[in-house]
């Protein structure tokens, strides 16, 4: 039996932060247990575990640490490997020492991934520097939730109100006042600077700037500031005016939905969330394989008599040039052929193969590259690589011009008909302030998904023709990209979300 556990920090809430190790130790895990606290995103690194939440706050279920240990005990006694994921780092304020016992005892191995904990995530990124030659030069970490049931504090809060440096609170909302008093009757000065920073690190993270004595009212229930907070105290916090770059960025506090493939979502999602959006990801449309191939194999191996092979997306591309790879062949075989795209991005995936596109149309549209064949078609063969479903206006026109057409599906094109229930809830609850949609299938699909919700949204759309389609929906397009790609859609957002 090979039993492990990795005890794995999950850092403070950005996804990015995941060191590598920790990246891949998740990708081996068969099953997970994470924290509330932990980012969800985190768990695409682990696609094949169970996933078990052992800590959601604010529902229903909330596991003891004795339930957490004996349910990491019993698969790894079933000899799987598990991942515990640990907001922050698992060294701090994590009770990582009560598993590790546990595990010993148990005569388990683990390892302990260390992770960014919250102190010196919300030090960076509210733009302060916990220590500062000038300011600061040490620092003490401390939690605001000791151990219930303790007959006394072990925090000696004498020592801690005259510490040289900068004091970083952890857990310490809902005993704010204790904490707060504690420091002021032991000589820290009430009106020492302190910045709140409430879920550092995420795109809706909250800095707020007042004096020690103002701490226990800013952190009240009537002000709604829920954890997770870490509480700064020192002259730094003063710093945070001038240096909050996370907060500064042009999409802060903006929640774009992006509805494209998981596998070509991020080309979209990674230059919002650069610019400070808060990005979900929920897919309209899957792409998958055709269910029989008996029609793709005839059209590679009629490719000799073509005089054209048109690709209509980038999909075409991947899927048909695969199939070719996957049944032997190699690039020769479209020698002679002249090959033409809809679109700079889909002559970029042909690229990907060696290939060069002999006609590209300046915008993403077929009509551009019916206007560019326009005259040459005449008795031409032309093999035309498609999805599922689509428009037929190239198919028709280059008919109708006297070509004689083969139309292949090299992929399907199904929408997704389950989408993700919070994703529903936070449309219909206003909370989503963009969706971007980059074809008319796609513009269909989410409205399937959402309903009258999808309103409430400003759309970005990515060329003319989608944008007719939203229309028609009876909903409004906002911006419109132009030229038609990923990069002019976020700067047309962004442009609109400027003016």
Known sequence: MNSMVYLIGAGPGDPGLLTLRGAELLSRSDVVLYDGLSNVELLSHAPNAEHICVGKHGQQRIWRQDEIIAEMLKHARHGRVVARLKGGDPAVFARTAEEVDALSEAGISYEIVPGIT?????????????THRKLAS???????????????SALDWHALAHFPGTLVIYMGVTTAEVWTRSLIENGKSPDTPVAIVRRCSHHDQQTFRCRLDEVAERLSPANKIRPP?????????????????????????QTVLVTRPVDQADELANP??????TVLVQPAIQIGPPQDWTAVDAAIASLADQDFV????????????????????????????QLACVGKQTAAALGDYHLHADMIPEDFRAESLIDSLSGRVAGKRITLVRASRGRDILDESLTRDGAKVTQVVAYLHTDVTTPDAKIVQAAQQGQIDWITLTSSATAESVYRML????????????????????????????????????????????KFNLS
């Open 118 to 130: 919250a102190a010196l995530a919300a030090g960076s990124y509210a733009g302060i520097p916990i």
């Open 138 to 152: 040490a620092v003490a970490l401390v939690t605001g939730h000791e151990e219930p049931g303790k007959s006394e």
């Open 229 to 253: 907070v870490i509480v700064i105290i020192g002259p730094v916090a003063e710093l945070t005016e001038t240096r909050n770059w996370l907060e500064q960025r042009p999409l802060f506090g």
């Open 272 to 277: 919002l969330r650069d610019l400070g959006a």
């Open 310 to 337: 048109i690709f209509c997306s980038r999909n075409g591309v991947q899927y048909f040039l695969d199939r070719v790879l996957g049944l032997g062949h190699d690039m020769r075989i479209f020698a002679g052929v």
């Open 451 to 494: 309903g009258e919700s999808m309103k409430q949204a400003k759309i970005a759309s990515l060329s003319p023709i989608t944008s007719q389609t939203v229309r028609d929906l009876g909903c409004t397009v906002t911006c419109e990209a132009n030229p038609y790609t990923m990069d002019s859609l976020v700067q047309s957002l962004l």
